[in-house]
């Protein structure tokens, strides 16, 4: 039973190092063929990307602030809920 929730939690560990690395090495082959053998359209790719990179950094920013409220919001009304229904003298 626990080999076997460690071999997935091994793979998923395994996928999240793997799978950008190997996506950016795409990416550098990609562009780096590009600026090869044409380089202004390698120069405009590459500031796609850049420009792409970017956007996603200031939206995953804003993205995180939310999740981070929405997450405490629900925590918050957790407890309240947990402060309601606890009633130790019901307990055995």
Not at 2 to 29: K, N
Request: glycine share 6%; charged share 10%.
């Amino acid at each position: 039973m626990v080999s076997a929730e460690a071999e997935s939690v091994g793979a998923f560990a395994g996928a999240a190092i793997a799978s950008p690395v190997v996506q950016l090495g795409t990416l550098v082959s990609v562009i780096g063929f590009i600026v090869a053998s044409q380089p202004w359209l390698g120069l405009l790719a590459l500031i796609v990307v850049v420009l792409q990179a970017a956007i996603v950094v200031v939206v995953q920013h804003r993205i995180n602030l939310q999740v981070q409220t929405r997450v405490q919001a629900l925590r918050d009304a957790s407890a309240r809920i947990s402060r309601v229904t606890w009633r130790p003298w019901t307990m055995r």
